[in-house]
């Protein structure tokens, strides 16, 4: 009866880290091959964005089914966190479950604007319910709405993932460095999202990249060890 409870544990946690991992490529090409002008989170230029949303109905419906399968990444990864870590922390566990469901839900609430955007700037209806201002509006409206949501999503998923790393931290099932960078890191982004609100300074690119940076360096880490390693059983 151990080792198959054992033997369950630790496939689930290859197929978490598999799932962490497959979130960051398809990220990655994404940012690469679709979202290049169309995604306000790459740019910060609501202008910008708008204007280029609206001739570029195709790659807002790739980057929506995009987004649509990182939820479905997000989701495996948690889920198979929580199944994981349940038994090292049960309420902490639940909650951190929970938390980062909910981030991915408004990271999903992305895939729902580009493909408004998509029919702002490709439907014809939409030429003869609103002028071409109008319609600038209407698609700066979907880029703000994605930034706002992607932003809040990101504090809530950040914030899921600290309770899990604290728990692999106390439980040691991955190697300490791993979970305790990875809990620092959960922490840093999510405190300097909601920071830089309040403190304008904290906004530079150079810290927005070191936080991100070190929340991928965390991301991969964990990916590649549960992906490759398991978890620890001893």
Not at 113 to 127: L, R, T
Not at 146 to 156: A, K, P, Q, R, W
Not at 191 to 202: E, G, H, S, T, Y
């Amino acid at each position: 009866m151990t080792e198959s409870v054992t033997f369950n544990i630790d496939k689930t946690a290859r197929a978490a880290g598999w799932a962490l991992l497959g979130s960051i490529v398809v990220g990655i090409l994404g940012a690469v091959f679709v979202a290049k002008d169309i995604d306000i989170n790459m740019s910060a230029d609501i202008v910008g964005t708008a204007e280029a949303m609206l001739d570029a109905e195709t790659r807002l419906m790739a980057k929506a089914y995009l987004g649509l399968l990182t939820f479905a990444l997000a989701l495996l990864t948690s889920i198979g966190l929580y199944l994981i870590l349940k038994t090292r922390g049960q309420l902490l566990a639940a909650w951190s479950l929970l938390v980062a469901l909910g981030g991915a839900v408004l990271v999903l609430l992305g895939s729902v604007y580009a493909m408004n955007a998509a029919q702002i700037g490709g439907n014809e209806a939409f030429e003869t319910l609103a002028s071409a201002e109008q319609r600038h509006l209407l698609a700066g409206l979907q880029t703000t709405s994605d930034y706002t949501s992607f932003h809040l999503g990101l504090v809530l998923s950040s914030s899921g993932n600290a309770g899990f790393f604290y728990l692999f931290l106390k439980s040691g099932l991955i190697p300490k460095i791993i979970a305790g960078w990875g809990l620092f890191a959960s922490l840093f982004v999510a405190v300097m999202i909601v920071a830089r609100d309040f403190i304008p300074a904290l906004g530079h690119n150079g810290i927005t990249a070191t936080f991100m940076v070190s929340n991928l360096i965390a991301i991969l880490a964990t990916g590649f060890y549960l992906a490759i390693k398991g978890v620890r059983t001893g």
